[in-house]
């Protein structure tokens, strides 16, 4: 930090500098509860093959409350299996610890390059990456070992802001596992060079707008609005770019228990607040939008503005099953399928 302006700056609890006006209310949990909260989560690390199965609505439950920040990246590190997916990997890596072995190892110059670039971009504004602090070698250890255990992926920008998040919480061993976790359980596809995956789940998203908010998906279809335009960002970032701490966080701890379908939720209520059932002044001015491009930058700023509790309240109530979740991504792959068919007999 070497401006003046920079100079001025706190360190928040979450460890980002911030200007004295940015300073948040803080989580303010009685102490006591705090603790009873840290002791429930050590007691299911202790048995956790009995919780998984046998209560997994607490955890859930939990999960929705807020994991408490002393154990959340052992939560995520649990809730996501990279646990036991580094405990096999290792107990077949001849040299001990497939993470360590990956190190050794170096992906393509291009790739280096890319990451090089990224990063003294991933999150300068946190104690772990400044230009002087060890989180940008971390990271970069993280990204590069990555590249190497899925050459087919390799190195995507939207990578660094997770695996920075994940580094605020856990040392790098276990930031990569999970890492490895999230692009291969949770949003398996997403990085691929065509975006398949993503460009899906985006249109899945667009069709259950459809279902939950007529009268938005009106005005969306009547404008043309792509919905990548709103969900590429939010889903490739996993809402890093989108939201701060401690928002993020606990979108994350709901994310790693309960999965993709987190996004989903939360992309449906911030455009149903958009264009429908929202502040009065937000959905007036969404229909008095003429065209894509201010609509999507209108629902995504709103996205910014819904507190987190409205948030998971509505989340909550939300009329969306996960059978109708299914079905919507299903009816995407589908109509994406049909659109590459017809595009390729255009080329013939």
């Keep these: ?106 992906p393509d110059a291009r790739i280096i390059d890319d990451i090089n670039k990224d990063l003294p971009r991933a999150f300068p504004e946190h104690e772990m990456f400044q230009s002087d602090s060890c989180g940008q070698q971390s990271l970069s250890d993280v990204l590069t070992s990555y590249a190497v255990h899925d050459p087919e992926v390799g190195y995507c920008q939207a990578h660094a802001p997770i695996a920075s998040i994940l580094l605020m919480h856990l040392p790098p061993e276990q930031a990569f596992w999970v890492f490895v976790q999230i692009n291969e359980e949770y949003v398996k596809g997403y990085f691929s060079d065509q975006l398949m995956a993503v460009k899906v789940d985006a249109l899945a998203t667009g069709i259950l707008v459809e279902q939950i908010s007529p009268k938005g998906y009106r005005l969306l279809s009547k404008l043309n609005v792509d919905p990548l335009l709103y969900t590429i960002d939010w889903y490739m970032t996993l809402f890093s770019r989108t939201y701060a701490a401690p928002k993020l966080y606990r979108i994350l701890d709901m994310f790693f228990c309960e999965g993709v379908k987190i996004l989903f939720r939360i992309a449906l209520v911030i455009v149903r607040e958009t264009l429908e059932v929202g502040p009065s002044n937000i959905v007036q001015r969404a229909h008095r939008c003429d065209n894509d491009m201010d609509l999507a930058a209108l629902i995504k700023q709103t996205a910014k503005q819904i507190p987190l509790d409205d948030l998971i309240e509505k989340m909550a109530k939300l009329p969306v099953t996960d059978l109708d979740l299914a079905k919507a991504c299903k009816k995407a792959r589908q109509q994406l399928a049909e659109d590459l068919q017809a595009r390729a007999n255009r080329r013939k």
């Excluded at 706190?10 to 803080?26: A, K, M, R, T, W």
């Excluded at 303010?28 to 048995?47: G, P, S």
């Excluded at 919780?51 to 994991?67: A, E, H, L, T």
């Design 1 to 106: 930090m070497n401006s003046r302006q920079d100079s001025e700056k706190i360190l928040n609890s979450y460890g980002f500098f911030v200007s004295p006006d940015e300073l948040n209310p803080e989580e303010t949990l009685d102490a006591r509860i705090v603790r009873r909260r840290e002791q429930k989560w050590l007691d299911m690390f202790a048995r956790w093959t009995y919780f998984i199965p046998s209560r997994f609505d607490k955890v859930k439950s939990r999960c929705r409350k807020g994991i408490p920040a002393s154990v959340r990246g052992q939560a995520w590190y649990h809730l996501s299996m990279a646990k036991y997916r580094q405990e096999n990997a290792d107990r077949h890596c001849l040299s001990g610890r497939l993470f360590s072995y990956y190190l050794t190892k170096k």
